[in-house]
């Protein structure tokens, strides 16, 4: 039988990221196992990219600090891009709801040290985009070291890092059931053989709850499709863009490429492991970007071009990280509900240590347990794209 010290499910940025801090604080026996035949099939090589720390709870924007100036640092730090591009995100505000909304979650922000987010009047957005149909607008929010990153370089970084100091990835690697043995260790049962290791981390995505089912643990993740459209090559507004959000209805769109990409969040959608683009989205996305950028009425889009990816969700839009309860060892990272690109670093920072120390000062881990659900702690999460 193989041995790790840690075995790692699921090769996306999550698990990619987690092998990456395991191994730079000195974890020489990491095995990441992924199911497909490449990685970033599955939410990772679909995601949008944003990263932004203007959140509403503390907790994340905290995993936020750590892992935006992360990103900023990437390339030098590990010698492989993940192309930040700090653009900001632009939150505009339609009624006065918004507004105190925003005023409320910047105040907890400045509090917990983000120092470039700034309120901005309603006068200022037309000016900055008049491109914009902005006579609803009545303020915002702005980050500028909010952006994109490349969420597969990313992936590739972390994981080729991991490589390059002796972690190990197996690909094609299907998990087919972890056996919890007498001496505290795991059997994990794959389809190239069995593996022996002291630490399990679920880092499995969408994919999270039937993998912690195989140790026992019930994980209240289910996954939500998510679609995201791209235009074709359009001019007619400034590539320098932020990434925009339409408050009125959770519209959002930022430059990609030489065109831009479109994303809103369908209330009608219900869970499952629904992976195609649904054509009819087109056309409901499209009205709503005509409406809020007039312009954008002249976009041309190809509906082949378009995809559709899953978010992991859990019931307060809350990550799931920490040991599970009653069976020391399994690790969870699971259900990030939207968020699992921007904060990977943090994630893999806090699985590193928990693992390597039982402990992490990075963010209140008690406050992402999965006790939380059963105990009532939930900590909703309501700056949700």
């Known amino acids: 039988m193989q041995t790790a010290e840690v075995v790692i499910i699921g090769g996306g940025i999550v698990g990619s990221s987690i092998a990456y801090h395991l191994t730079a ?14 990685q970033g099939k599955g939410s990772t090589g679909k995601s949008m990219g944003g990263v932004r720390a203007q959140f509403s709870t503390a907790i994340n924007i905290q995993m936020s600090l750590y892992s935006i100036p992360f990103y900023a640092s990437f390339d030098e730090r590990l ?11 632009l939150f505009c505000a339609t009624n006065e709801k918004h507004l105190a909304y925003l005023r409320a979650n910047y105040q907890k922000q400045i509090a917990m040290g ?11 957005i037309r000016e900055m985009f008049p491109q914009l149909r902005g006579d609803d607008i009545v303020g915002g929010s702005f980050c500028s070291s909010d952006g994109f990153v490349d969420p597969y370089s990313v992936m590739i970084g972390f994981m080729a890092w991991a490589a390059d100091h002796a972690a190990r990835l197996w690909k094609g690697t299907q998990v087919t059931g972890i056996d919890r043995e007498a001496e505290g260790t795991f059997t ?14 679920n880092a499995a995505g969408p994919w999270a709850k039937s993998v912690a089912a195989m140790a026992g643990v019930d994980l209240p993740v289910e996954p939500l499709r ?40 369908d209330p009608e959608e219900t869970p499952g492991y629904k992976m195609d ?23 041309a889009v190809n509906p082949k071009r378009a ?56 963010v209140d881990t008690s406050l992402l347990g999965l006790s939380r659900f059963a105990e009532g702690r939930m900590i909703e999460e309501t700056a949700v794209l």
């Open 25 to 38: 604080a000195g974890c020489k026996d990491v095995l990441v196992t992924e199911r497909e035949t490449a």
């Open 79 to 89: 010698g492989y891009p993940a192309d930040y591009r700090p653009q900001g995100y």
């Open 114 to 124: 983000l120092k470039d987010v700034r309120l901005i009047e309603g006068n200022a």
């Open 188 to 201: 994990v049962q794959t389809n190239r053989g069995a593996v022996s290791a002291r630490n399990v981390v």
């Open 226 to 265: 998510r679609m995201l459209v791209p235009t074709e090559p359009f001019d007619q507004f400034p590539h320098s863009a932020p990434m925009i959000i339409d408050m009125s209805n959770g519209f959002h769109f930022r430059p990609e490429a030489l065109g831009f990409l479109l994303a809103w969040n």
């Open 277 to 299: 683009f649904d054509p009819a989205f087109t056309e409901k996305i499209l009205v709503r970007a005509a409406d809020r950028v007039p312009v954008f009425e002249n976009l």
């Open 307 to 362: 995809w559709a990816g899953l978010y992991e969700m859990t019931p307060d839009h809350h990550p799931i990280l920490g040991e599970a309860p009653g069976v020391p060892g399994f690790f969870l990272a699971n259900g990030f509900s939207g968020h699992g690109v921007m904060h990977a670093p943090a994630t893999g920072k806090i699985l590193s240590d928990l693992i390597l120390t039982g402990k992490c000062d990075l």
